[in-house]
């Protein structure tokens, strides 16, 4: 049973008390027993030793005047006086006959009085039926002891008053320590309800409540002491929740990816951008679970346990397959110099870009040497024919300068259009948007491609629908309303049918170029707008073709925050289409 401070502290001074009252209560009724019984004998053998004086010097001559002397001495008294001779038969006695009194010779007090002179004893009396306490004087001269006595019944008479003094003074000692027990733990119960009220405050974090500075020195010396550990506490708490703060806004604001784990693998913390790289929902607990079932990575569990326990930094390339990305997470070992179990960090870099860039580069660069290996082969061939004699043979030489001719021009446009893609593509560059009737654009854009598609017989049908303005950069879009027609012409057989339309509808502009030639195989039309992608590798490269125009169209449409679309079905036709704002965004 839990009892409160107040009942302990109560119960134990009461206690206290009530242990310290019987303990001298005993002491006191010993100390007090004993000296009545000491002060009743003195006076009792000072009084016998007055009534022996009072014996005659020559003595008692005749039993009657020693029974006339017991009686006139003992008068309204309650002591008994007894006189025994050597004999031990008694003279005279104040309360009994002494007739009929036998021999008192063995009496301990007669005979200690006979051998030293006085003599005491306290004994049952068998001639007055009670306890008595004797008392004798023996006179050697008159040959007599002079005896007295009394009721013991007295002496305990007088100590039952005294006992009855003394139970009174127990209990008002024992209600006077009560209330000053009850005092004292109510007040020291108060101030430690108070203490127990302000310390609860504290550890909820209201530290602006105070102990009073009340009651004894100590008491105050206490209240100063808790007050002084509330406003370091405070203070304490503010600093290490700024910290925290701090800490976790930074990690917070961090594009990384953050992960910590206890020395178990299991979550400790992430940060935002780790719970949106897992695809896990902010409110889905995941805290306490192991590193395999957050990441289904077997690498980065590997990778966490390699660092915990090397107890060194680790680093490692992981493919995060459910995101298609490619991460460098380092694995950072952390320990205190506590008994803090030690925990592991893991930060993660998405490197996909630069990976993927590094893959696109390494592809360019594999198809640029391709590309360019052939018509510097060609051309290299046909030089060295040419220096072998073949220029003695003037048709002969006509028709290789021709081939080099057409190689070189083909190498030109490559080049160009590389320049173009590489200006394009470069962050640096930044573009001066104008604002210009985009039906112009198309017009001028047909007008370009016109000689080309007289040459292959191919008729261009240009509708625009309405005459909005576009806010564009005037040359790029036209380069790319270009290449789309010149596909168009390009890879079309001769007397096809080309439309180019323009419209406008709300807040974008749609440029789509429309043929009716052999199209696009399905398998390809994901991959149409790569660098150097070709359908028909062979019959693109005879016809000139770079495999950039595409994807040129495409950057252009992105540099203005637009997109470009390309429908196809095998043996009818394509349509390519661009779809741009009409405003482009500030910048």
Partial sequence: MNRTFFQQFFYTIFFIILLSVVLYLSLTIGVVKRALNRETLERQMTMTSVVANMVPPSGFSTNQEAQLFCNEVVDNTIVRITLIDRKGLVIGDSSKDRDLMNDHSDRPEIRQAWFTGLGNSTRYSTSVSLNMLYTAVSLEDQGLVVRLSQSVEEIRNDLDRIYTQILLIFVLAVIFGTLLAFLIARSISKKLSSLREVVGEYAKGHFDIELDLSGSREAIILSRSVNAMGRQLQDKICTVSYQENELRGMLN?????????????????????????LLHDENEIFLGKGILQIMHSVESCELAEKTLNTEKSQESLIYFKERDRYLQV?????????????????????????????????????????????PVTSIMGYVETLKSGALDHKERATQFVDIIFRQTRNLTALIDDLLT??????????????????????????????????????????ICEGDNSVQAHPLLLEQAVSNLIENAI???????????????????????????????????????????????????????????????????????NGSVSVSSREGQGCTFTISLPIRQPEV
């Fill in 253 to 277: 604001s961090m594009r990384e990816p953050v992960i910590l784990l206890n020395h178990r693998l299991e979550l400790k913390e992430m940060n935002p951008a780790a719970i949106e790289m």
């Fill in 330 to 374: 380092y694995g950072s070992f952390l320990f205190r110099d506590d008994d803090t179990p030690p925990s592991v960090l893991l930060v993660m870099n998405d490197i996909t870009r630069i990976k993927k860039l590094e893959d696109m580069r390494k592809e360019f660069v594999a198809n640029v040497s391709h590309e360019l290996r052939t």
């Fill in 421 to 462: 893609l590489s200006r394009i593509e470069d962050g640096r560059s930044h573009f001066k948007m104008e604002e210009f009737p985009f039906c112009d654009l198309l017009s001028s854009a047909v007008s370009l491609c016109l000689p080309k598609a007289i040459e292959k017989r191919s008729c261009i049908t240009l």
């Fill in 490 to 560: 390009k890879y079309c057989p001769e007397g096809t049918q080309i439309n180019v339309r323009g419209e406008s509808r709300d807040d974008r502009i749609k440029i789509s170029v429309e043929d009716h030639g052999p199209g696009i195989p399905e398998k390809d039309l994901d991959r149409i707008f790569e660098r150097f992608y070709r359908v028909d590798k062979a019959r693109s490269r005879d016809l000139g073709g770079t495999g950039l125009g595409l994807a040129i169209v495409k950057h252009i449409s992105v540099i203005h």
